[in-house]
């Protein structure tokens, strides 16, 4: 009770003090103080208590004005001397404003880089500052901000060019940089000194404070209470529902309660969950401590004085009031970062600044977010004290970084994420490097972090736990922002950053060396291995350090003394590595073909190996980058590169590149996946540049430096293959080593890998530096050799090419070169195609495939010379020439050691007995040879005169063997190989060697002294040619006989089939003579010119057009569709729809109560009837569905998973489409009229009628028991007498079987279970009303389908739609059948009252209110219910018409009532044509106005009323011809099956209506006159004529999606601007945009969830119960992503219509490329939502992705 009572003295108290006090008065008092800082404690000692935090709910409103008045309007007055608002103002106005936009970003906030202009990815402008500047032309990225940046707009050093907006444009006068203070008087910066130094240091205090019960001096409350709060903290450990348990049994709170608790505390870090005396408070702490410690460290909880609590609160409010009053002016910024970087007593870090920011992993998360925000607002955005902070920063960065990692909040909400604001400023970076050595810092840093260490000192991740992997993880950010720093490539270097540089790198290298060797291997032999080592971890640490690598080397390049010096440091190392690397290897000495090398034994098979080798690889890259700048060839005598020991630097790569060979080769099949995975990466784009691409550079260093014969030797023996290729005979020998067969096949591969190597060492020159190229060459290869696989979108291209630092891969800059844009279709994406003069550059064994690249590549370009009429050889492109440092590699392809590998393998190919070679052998081989002689042929093009060409490959491959064995030459061999028939597929590349030998021993011969003449050489390629072209000839001859033949044998099996079975070919061709005769008797023009669809002189089927068979697709009988024979039912899915909707703000009806008979014309709901028409038996449809029922009722409970459609609820796939079904319509024939000529007419019928009724009305009386009372009234209504021939006692016979009846149930039920959202019910009297509705609303969405998509009315349809509407229209008119007959006659009854008076009839509606297709689908599917009980020869068919005829005047006077609009002024004349009809509605409308006066508007242009009324009855008639062709079974008039000017003349023959409608009123109007009369009599008339909102006109518009904007960032914009509408201001995470209705949601989040029927749906799944009646179409526009919804469980994600230049979507705005609309692809997914699509689109794409089936639709 305590409490309660304080909580009502309280603001009384208050309130006197609060009108007594002025803030001027305070102020005034202030500026008298001696100690002005205690005066100002003292007054927040009063105030703040009792302003903040005094109950249980936090009252924000009430507290921030109080604040602003009592604690905030003083300090304002102190600070400006005068009235704040006057001051601030005037300070504004004197001020300059600031060049730099510093707009803090939101959450989810667009943010947009320039990807030509931007100095690195970090430099983002807002959307304002983007829309103003140069960069929105320019070739832009667009993304979603994490929140916590800021925009760079105005800083010049983020932006190459254009660094300036419109907005922030320096102004040219104002370029005198003076002092902001030289504006303010010294008194007045006296007094925002003090004021300043004052409320930051009382806000760092409170803020910083750790005691939870007392407060700092001079605080001290005058009065203190009893009251605490027990305050949750945010943690990263514990999840949402285990604080929302915890919190419901600790303080007993609603699960509701408790989830807004939890929400609190992860957004603010702190909540307070219960507000007491202490032990109350204490009580809850000790529950949720104890709740919470079970597996993991306890939530933390304190219990605070509420008087702390209320400081703190104020401190914040404080901190955000600083940054307020900054704003109006630059000198006041600068007074505040002078205050907070100013050292206190203590000297080292005793600023307010350092001390907030080593106290930042003590604060919540809501603290660290407004100091956060305090400092961009102040420090960063004032150059000269933006440098100060920086130096601080980076003093502390160490115990800033130590602290980061004990903490467990994300690096967003952590102070050290202000590093990518100060260290990618190059200035900044580079003054940071050089003054506070902090490359040095930051690597330092990491290694201290990273303590696991081997024996040799290299890093180990095995044994690797949860807690060292979330270390790992927060380790990695420092590796970011040693990127901040290097981003920027220094352009001048000073001597002290040189040193500093070099410094880091030692630092660098250190690290490099921890990583050498990390992780190693050793191949299982015997059995598996049984624990995956961990490798995860090494390669996450190479990929962070991938661009850190490539920058270093970038720095090093730019500085030729830093790379010399660097060259020589980084050696050193790796000497230094492998110093410790010798593991007891033998020295051995290999020799071969007379060459003999010493080197070392070693087995990658059998010892420790890893794939781990960055000092290795950095020396590659600094190797090459010493050619690339020439600095080897200027200064050798500095570089140590004589002392270089070749084999050592080839050593560790070469057993890299080795073990990826074995493991190819299957040899480490039993290391598990792990090594797989790490083999996978090794040559992964992500990985390659610095990994794969090194270890090959080194092997090029290296050889480059060696004999190549040495080198060769070496390759052998580390692959194992030596002894294979180095006895004397190998040629022979290898055929017959009967070796097991597995080594056989290891040993080939083996074999095919080391030449792939051989042509890589070679042929790898596309690296500046080692090849004459350009970086751009270097790229185009890599487009060229992936567009080589296939034509590929720009996402893929950009995929499979590595990115820099800056995250850009400058495809974009060459990618036209090499290739041409093909636009998308509606589905699908743009694709790069290959330009055709770039597939000569196409190199088979290009480095960077994969094995599977490499065949689709292969087989795609031989396709590509078939397809041209090329031979199908792959010859090598030419290559560009070596470097200087490199040329001496092409001698490896003329050297003694490879020609005798490449004669054995000739050997092996010439004789395969053995089947020890492999084609892909003996392809390699051919390549190889292929590029020697190319090479050789380019050394003698360029070759000037005087020197000798030292490549002669022609000449050694054309000499023999020694003398012992004599082995053929190389040439013979090829020779021999030319007609080899087991070789047909390389013949084509042995044939151009041959020619390529030929011509360049002609070339030698006429470089010869004597020139000889050509004719040789050319009469022998002239051979080959004719060699060539005969067996081609004789090729194709062979093949032509061959398909002659098989053709022969065809026809002469036709021929005997047809001879077997004569009689059945006789039979089919008479009775198709028989069908066409019986067709033309029928054809209508033989007696009745028009085609009419109702009436009695409707056309009408003969028996044969009646008959109708169909298959069931289940058992494959055919059946003939008899209303006596079994039934033939459609597939069908009934859904609830709202997509012709008018009014979706009308509140959804109480299913029990409702009563559906009227159709509102605004069609708020309605149910639509879809089928995919499929057919089956009824028997062998309730078969399979029971059979599904089975099997859903076996899945065990566990184990149940979510189909994509649900059993319960009826639903099913149809057996052959998958389509999703949930009930069946059955299929029934034409109903048999018959017709007397003689039909009464319409006031005659309505006279039948009505005595027909009364009849009805008084034997329903009889039947009632009725008491006394009411009797007397009775007697006073005579009875009517039945009229003539109107049987009441008569009771039909239901023609239909018992299966027909039975489905005709069925589909009712369903129907009306759906529609209403009840249980079935099949005795409901509304059963029959929900399906006529249905029919009549199916045909609506239909026709106004057609119309959206110009399509004519008749023959533009599937036939699955036909189906479904010809079965819903005759199962309309039959379901009669099947209820009880006096409801269906009362419905009949109730449904013509609307239009004829009936007294008998209470609250019938008024014509304005009720849809007319509805009435006229109704009216004549519920009439034959009357019919039934009559004899007396009137015929339904008239019975249709006059209906038809009613509501048609019905409707034009609806039209009439609520659909003109003001007149235009234009009249057109119209010709004699129209002239009646304009007469007739004029007269018409006067009638009107005589009954309803003012209520309607004058008219006076006949023209402009027919216009209307023309217009506004089109979509009723086009309805009712669709109704009655199919009810009725009457071919379509062709005019209706073509678009075209007479279709209002054809739809009235057709519908046996006048063409002027009016007609039908004065024809009868002596009928029609009272009932026109009684029409606007009703009340409600006159009420809907007062307010025309309410009106619905015609013709009803369709209903389109909303408008989307052109550009995605406007969406992007608009959601980041959306706040939640639960959670008072909060931004939205997951902002999703319904495209119905244009309503913004707030998905995926508890605080928006609501209760429906029972469940807890999200955002998006309750709005669709609202607006779509449980279908809906959203757009989650941070995932630029559609997602379809139907119920609660159904759901899918769908392609957005927004998309980039390239056409491609950016589903998750991953590229950030710029996204427009495609409106193809919008209309798309309008046309499905239009066709009552999404469900069945839904069902398709889950049955098709199982993992969608999963998710959890309703939290959506």
Not at 1686 to 1701: M, V
Request: charged share 20%.
């Amino acid at each position: 009770m305590a409490a309660a009572e304080t909580d009502r003295e309280v603001p009384s108290a208050l309130c006197s003090e609060f009108l007594n006090f002025s803030a001027k008065d305070t102020a005034a008092k202030w500026l008298q103080a001696i100690d002005l800082p205690k005066e100002v404690y003292q007054h927040l000692a009063r105030y703040v208590p009792k302003i903040y935090c005094l109950g249980p709910n936090l009252n924000p409103q009430s507290e921030d004005l109080l604040a602003q008045l009592l604690l905030q309007a003083p300090l304002e007055w102190y600070l400006c001397g005068e009235e704040p608002s006057l001051g601030l103002a005037k300070l504004e106005q004197s001020n300059q404003p600031s060049q730099l936009c510093g707009h803090v970003f939101k959450v989810g906030e667009p943010t947009y880089s320039c990807r030509e202009c931007a100095a690195d990815p970090t430099c983002v402008l807002c959307m304002q500052c983007f829309l103003g500047s140069v960069h929105k032309e320019h070739r832009y990225r667009m993304t979603t901000s994490g929140g916590g940046g800021f925009c760079d707009c105005g800083d010049t050093e983020a932006w190459k060019k254009g660094p300036y907006c419109q907005k922030h444009e320096p102004n040219i006068s104002d370029s005198s940089q003076e002092d902001p203070l030289a504006n303010l008087s010294a008194d007045m910066i006296a007094r925002t000194y003090n004021i300043f130094s004052i409320i930051l240091k009382y806000a760092v205090d409170m803020l910083t404070w750790d005691k939870e019960d007392e407060l700092p001096q001079g605080l001290e409350p005058p009065e203190r209470g009893d009251t605490y709060y027990c305050m949750l903290f945010n943690d990263e450990v514990h999840t949402y529902e285990q604080v929302i348990y915890t919190l419901q049994k600790a303080v007993n709170c609603t699960q509701k309660e408790a989830v807004s608790f939890a929400t609190t505390v992860d957004r603010d870090g702190r909540k307070s969950v219960r507000y007491g005396d202490f032990q109350f408070c204490e009580q809850a702490k000790s529950v949720i401590v104890r709740n919470t410690s079970r597996q993991t460290k306890p939530l933390r909880v304190q219990v605070m004085h509420s008087s702390v609590v209320a400081h703190q609160c104020f401190a914040l409010k404080a901190l955000n009031w600083l940054g307020q009053i900054i704003r109006y002016s630059d000198a006041l910024r600068r007074i505040l970062c002078q205050v907070g970087l100013q050292k206190g007593p203590e000297g080292e870090n005793s600023s307010l600044v350092d001390t907030l920011m080593l106290c930042d992993s003590k604060m919540w998360k809501g603290a660290r977010n407004i100091y956060h925000q305090l400092f961009m607002s102040s420090l960063l955005m004032d150059l000269k004290y933006k440098k100060q902070f920086a130096i601080q920063f980076a003093k502390n960065y160490q115990r800033l970084q130590t602290d980061f990692m004990e903490d467990d909040h994300e690096r967003l909400v952590s102070v050290t994420s202000l590093s990518v604001q100060l260290f990618t400023v190059p200035t900044m970076a580079r003054m940071l490097i050089t003054e506070e050595n902090l490359m040095t810092t930051i690597i330092r840093t990491f290694l201290d972090h990273l303590r696991h260490r081997d024996l040799q000192g290299r890093f180990q991740f095995e044994r690797y736990t949860a807690q060292q992997a979330f270390k790992f993880r927060r380790v990695q950010s420092l590796i970011g922002d040693l990127k901040y720093v290097l981003i920027s490539c220094p352009t001048e270097w000073t001597d002290k950053l040189r040193e500093k540089f070099l410094e880091g790198l030692d630092a660098f290298l250190e690290l490099l060396k921890c990583m050498q060797g990390m992780d190693p291997v050793v191949r299982q032999v015997g059995q598996h291995i049984e624990m995956e080592p961990e490798w995860e971890a090494a390669f996450t640490l190479q990929m962070k350090l991938t661009h850190i690598i490539s920058m270093m080397q970038e720095w090093c390049a730019s500085d030729e003394r830093v790379l010399i010096e660097a060259y020589k440091k980084c050696l050193t190392a790796l000497t230094h590595c492998h110093s410790g690397f010798t593991d007891g290897e033998q020295p051995i000495t290999l020799s071969m073909c007379g060459h003999s090398v010493d080197t070392i034994r070693y087995c990658v098979s059998q010892e420790k190996v890893s794939i781990h080798l960055p000092v290795s690889r950095l020396l590659a890259g600094l190797h090459v980058l010493l050619s690339k700048t020439e600095v080897a060839y200027r200064f050798p005598e500095q570089l140590p590169l004589s002392e270089l020991s070749p084999p050592m630097l080839i050593e560790h790569p070469l057993r890299c590149l080795v073990l990826c060979a074995q493991v190819h080769a299957g040899m480490w099949r039993r290391n598990g996946f792990s090594l797989v995975n790490q083999i996978y990466y090794y040559h992964n784009v992500k990985c390659r540049v610095e990994m794969f691409d090194k270890d090959l550079m080194m092997l090029q260093a290296g050889a480059s430096m060696m004999d190549p014969n040495h080198f060769l030797m070496i390759v052998l023996s580390r692959f194992e293959l030596f002894h294979i290729f180095s006895s004397a005979d190998c040629r022979k020998r290898y055929n017959r080593e009967n070796a097991n067969k597995d080594v056989v096949q290891q040993n080939s591969t083996l074999i095919e890998e080391m030449l792939h190597l051989i042509i890589m060492v070679v042929g790898e020159r596309f690296a500046p530096g080692i090849g004459q190229v350009e970086n751009c060459d270097e790229l185009k290869r890599e487009i060229v050799h992936q567009l080589c696989i296939r034509p590929m979108a720009h996402s893929e291209l950009v995929k499979a090419l590595p990115e820099n630092e800056n995250k850009e891969t400058g495809m974009e800059r060459v990618i036209d070169s090499v290739a041409l844009f093909k636009k998308p279709g509606v589905t699908g994406r743009g694709l790069y195609e290959l330009r055709p003069e770039c597939a000569k550059q196409f190199n088979l064994y290009f480095h960077h495939y994969s094995r599977a690249d490499q065949s689709k590549a292969e087989e795609a370009q031989r396709k590509l010379k078939r397809q041209n009429g090329e031979d199908s050889a792959l010859p090598p492109p030419v290559l560009p020439p070596f470097c200087q440092l490199f040329a001496s590699l092409v001698n490896i392809l003329q050297c003694d050691v490879l020609l005798g590998m490449l004669g054995a393998v000739l050997q092996w190919a010439v004789e395969p007995s053995g089947g020890h070679w492999s084609e892909s052998m003996l392809q390699r081989v051919l390549h190889l040879i292929g590029m020697a002689l190319l090479e050789e042929q380019q050394q003698l093009e360029s070759n000037s005169e005087d020197n000798e060409v030292t490549f002669n490959f022609t000449l050694k491959i054309s000499r023999p063997g020694e003398a012992p064995s004599n082995t053929p030459s190389i040439l013979a061999l090829l020779e021999t190989l030319q007609n080899a028939p087991h070789l047909e597929v390389h013949k084509d590349m042995i044939r151009w060697i041959l020619k390529m030998v030929v011509s360049i021993k002609t070339m030698r011969e006429r470089t010869a002294a004597a020139p000889s003449p050509e004719g040789a050489g050319h009469c022998q390629e002239q051979t080959v040619r004719d060699k060539d072209k005969a067996e081609r000839k004789r090729k194709a001859e062979m093949a032509r006989l061959r398909r002659e033949k098989i053709m022969a044998q065809m026809s002469e099996m036709q021929r005997h089939f047809i001879n077997e079975n004569k009689e059945l070919f006789q039979q089919s061709l008479e009775e198709l003579d028989a069908s066409t005769s019986a067709s033309q008797e029928h054809s209508p023009s033989s007696w009745d010119s028009a085609l009419v669809c109702v009436g009695p002189r409707r056309w009408r089927a003969g028996g044969s057009e009646r008959r109708q068979v169909v298959t069931c697709i289940l058992c494959q009988e055919e059946q003939e569709i008899r209303p006596d024979g079994r039934a033939m039912v459609l597939a069908a899915f009934v859904q609830r729809s709202t997509v012709m909707s008018k009014n979706r703000r009308r509140p959804p009806h109480n299913p029990e109560s409702y009563d559906p008979l009227f159709m509102h014309p605004d069609l708020s709901f309605g149910t639509h009837t879809g089928s995919c028409g499929h057919i089956m038996h009824s028997h062998c449809w309730q078969r399979y569905f029971e059979a599904v029922q089975a099997k859903e009722q076996r899945r065990q409970q566990r184990l149940r998973v979510h189909t994509s459609y649900d059993v319960e609820n009826g639903e099913f796939l149809c057996p052959l489409c998958e389509c999703l079904s949930n009930t069946v319509i059955p299929l029934l024939p034409l109903t048999k009229t018959s017709c007397s000529s003689e039909q009464p007419g319409l006031s005659l019928w309505l006279n039948t009628t009505s005595q027909q009724i009364k009849a009805l009305h008084s034997a329903q009386r009889k039947a009632k028991p009725t008491n006394a009372a009411a009797t007397s009234e009775i007697l006073t209504v005579e009875e009517y007498p039945p009229p003539e021939g109107f049987r009441l006692d008569h009771m039909p016979l239901n023609p239909y079987s018992s299966s027909i009846k039975e489905m005709l149930t069925t589909f009712g039920t369903a129907t009306y279970k759906v529609g209403l959202k009840v249980h079935p019910n099949e005795q409901d009297p509304r059963v029959p009303i929900m399906c006529w509705g249905s029919c009549a609303y199916t045909i609506q969405s239909i026709e106004r389908l057609l119309v959206d998509e110009e399509k004519p009315l008749f023959g533009s349809l599937p036939c699955r739609q036909d189906d479904c509407l010809r079965s819903l229209a005759r199962f309309g008119s039959a379901c009669w059948s099947v209820s009880s007959l006096s409801t269906v006659q009362s419905h009949f009854v109730r449904l013509l009252s609307a239009l004829v008076p009936d007294p008998q009839v209470e609250n019938s509606p008024c014509i304005v209110d009720v849809d007319m297709f509805h009435l006229l689908v109704s009216l004549v599917l519920s009439y034959p219910a009357l019919h039934c009980q009559d004899s007396s020869g009137l015929s339904v068919d008239a019975a249709q018409l006059h209906l038809l005829h009613l509501v048609t005047v019905a409707h034009v006077v609806q039209i009439l009532l609520s659909s003109v609009p003001v007149e235009l002024t234009m009249e057109q004349e119209s010709g004699e044509v129209e002239r009646e009809e304009e007469e007739s509605v004029g007269l018409l409308y006067n009638t009107l106005k005589t009954h309803l006066g003012s209520s309607l508007r004058e008219v006076s242009s006949g023209w402009h009323l027919w216009r209307c009324v023309k217009t506004g009855i089109l979509p009723f008639l086009r309805g009712a011809a669709l109704f009655f062709h199919h009810l009725n079974g009457v071919p379509a008039p062709p005019e209706l099956q073509a678009l075209g000017a007479g279709e209002w003349e054809a739809l009235c023959a057709y519908l046996c209506l006048p063409s002027n409608l009016l007609q039908l009123y004065y024809n009868h109007k002596e009928v029609l006159e009272p009932l026109l009369q009684w029409w606007c009599s009703h009340p409600v008339v006159h009420q809907c004529l007062q307010t025309p909102k309410t009106l619905i006109s015609y013709p009803r518009e369709s209903n389109r999606l909303i408008e989307l904007p052109e550009d995605y960032s406007a969406l992007i914009n608009q959601a980041s601007s959306f706040t939640c509408p639960k959670s008072g201001g909060d931004k939205s995470r997951a902002p999703t945009l319904c495209l119905v209705c244009g309503t913004m949601l707030c998905s995926q989040s508890y605080c928006c969830q609501t209760e429906l029927e029972g469940e807890d749906v999200g955002a998006c799944t309750a709005h669709t119960f609202a607006c779509g009646a449980g279908v809906g179409i959203f757009l989650r526009v941070r995932e630029s992503q559609v997602l379809f919804l139907a119920g609660k469980t159904k759901g899918c994600f769908y392609a957005p219509p927004y998309l980039d230049d390239y056409g491609e979507t950016d589903q998750g705005l991953r590229r950030g490329n710029p996204l427009h609309l495609c409106r193809e692809r919008y209309r798309k997914i309008q046309k499905l939502w239009r066709q009552h699509s999404i469900t069945e689109e839904i069902g398709h794409a889950q049955e098709a992705n199982q993992t969608l089936v999963g998710i959890d639709w309703q939290h959506l």
